[in-house]
């Protein structure tokens, strides 16, 4: 996952082409990196490339259920961590919901615009903002570990409904 987002979530894009190169860029990645991809994995990592809306893990656990995956709880936690781990999802907290990486490569910071309505979320990177405010936190003798940035608002689809 070295190339630069080809496609702007919340602009009419091919997404059948979106989601085929997100879910080749995972296979080649876990190739190269030697990680497993289990059924279950797959199956989560599938179900959130569906759409750019982000999924609850109990709408997840329904996909790995309706494919004969498993049916308890820990099932699809292990997958997400899997895949949270590795960078090919994030969590939300603010929905406190799941969506595939769109993005980078690893774990890695992300700044995430979150449509109210729809739920779909587009991953930006500003990397400058970033180290900003970790310049900020050492100044309070604070070690940033992670920074999940999520901005709340309206796609333009939701916008033009009046939603
Ligand atoms: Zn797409
Ligand atoms: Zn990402
Ligand atoms: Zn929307």
Redesign the pocket.
Known sequence: MTEAPS?D?FQP?D?RR??KEALAAVLAECSARKLRLTPPRRCVLEALLEE?RAMTAYELLDRLREAGLGSQPPVVYRALDFLLANGFAHRIERLSAFVACTHGEGAHEAVFLVCRACRQVAEASLPALARNLEAEASEHAFRVERVAIEVEGLCARCAGAGA
Do not use: G, L, S, T
Request: hydrophobic fraction near 30%; aromatic fraction near 14%.
């Open positions: 496609f979530v894009h997404h979106c989601r750019h």
